[in-house]
């Protein structure tokens, strides 16, 4: 895969923006006015949709759009077994991080039948002819919506809890690679919004990455639900455990913070691969082309350009279809113009 690519290549963090229909779509799936056939055309036409605005825009590995999956992690609670659902601890005003739906072990959880991620990889295989990217979340940011308390199965312990969960994302690590995939991501936005358990989060990863012969990109960011970050946003504090991961990418977000801390590669060594990112999905401003090569230029200060790859910030899940049409458009655009600016 690799060397069909560009120098500075351009992929996404995996989710694309849903159109208007689709949350239209959902709410009759939802309250059962479509049939089992409705709704698989609804869920394939919008990864449709979610591929071709990608090869539209040019970007050069392509994703899913994650049209199957809901807030990011809520779907795959219906995959696993053992958990008792609980009402969100709010349901007036914004929602927010306390509006989500939350879950109680009633015991150890299971995944038997797996995370669905194979089959969402496999149908993006019949849709494209680019490269792609796979993509699954881990066992810390699984667990993140489901509550620990002394006395449950857990006995109060979130670590154990995500632990239970490191074989089923290792077991679906190498599900997809069966299935065909060369390059997975694995999101783990909660270690950073979890703090002081870096190493132990890398263990974990570690683990969930074990036997799976693939390219593997680490994501971790600072939470994105309806725009909004939850992590302190600052990933200093995590060096140098996550040297410690056994993955050949790092995939970070940087245009929403004015690309702060980017200098840190520079002290810190790039031995791998750094997928940077150089747009805000988390506002509604456009970047030009210029906006983008600039923020590439500052990236390639500190980062060989073999080793820099080019991405939004997070998922396009939380704005509208048409501003991450629009927002890869020019992430592809300000590509072509930092390669241009390098002589590539």
């Not at 996550?242 to 980017?262: D, G, H, P, S, T």
Request: with cysteine; proline share 6%.
């Amino acid at each position: 895969m690799a060397a069909t690519l560009p120098i500075l290549p351009t992929h996404v963090m995996g989710s694309h923006g849903f159109p208007g229909w689709f949350w239209t779509a959902l709410d009759k799936i939802k309250t059962g006015e479509y049939g089992q056939t409705d709704a698989r055309e609804t869920f394939d036409d919008a990864t449709q949709l979610a591929i071709r605005d990608q090869e539209r825009a040019g970007i050069d590995v392509i994703c899913d759009g994650e049209m199957r999956r809901f807030f990011f992690v809520q779907t795959f609670y219906g995959k696993m077994e053992g958990l008792e659902h609980l009402d969100p601890l709010r349901k007036t005003g914004l929602y927010a991080y306390d509006s989500v739906p939350r879950y109680r072990p009633t015991r150890r959880i299971t995944v038997p039948k797996g995370l669905g991620t194979v089959e969402e990889f496999t149908y993006l295989l019949t849709q494209t002819d680019r490269p792609v990217k796979a993509t699954c979340p881990g066992p810390v940011t699984l667990s993140i919506h489901i509550q620990t308390r002394p006395g449950d199965a857990y006995d109060n312990d979130r670590l154990a809890l995500c632990w239970d969960l490191v074989p089923a994302v290792n077991a679906e690590l190498k599900a997809l690679v069966a299935a065909g995939a060369t390059w997975i991501q694995v999101d783990e936005p909660s270690a950073a919004i979890v703090p002081g358990q870096a190493a132990e989060y890398i263990k974990m990863f570690n683990a969930c990455v074990e036997g799976v012969e693939a390219k593997l990109g680490l994501h971790v960011c600072f939470g994105n639900l309806l725009s909004r970050p939850r992590g302190k946003r600052s990933y200093r504090w995590m060096f140098p455990a996550l040297l410690e991961a056994r993955c050949q990418q790092f995939v970070f977000e940087y245009a929403n913070r004015e690309m702060a801390e980017i200098e840190m590669w520079k002290e810190i060594g790039v031995d791998r691969e750094v997928a940077c990112g150089v747009v805000d999905v988390k506002s509604f401003y456009m970047e030009t082309p210029e906006d983008v090569a600039e923020r590439v230029a500052l990236c390639l200060e500190h980062i060989p350009a073999e080793r820099l790859s080019l991405v939004p910030d997070c998922g396009f899940f939380p704005v509208p279809r048409w501003v991450a049409f629009e927002k890869l458009k020019r992430l592809a655009a300000g590509a072509k113009l930092a390669r241009r600016r390098l002589g590539g």
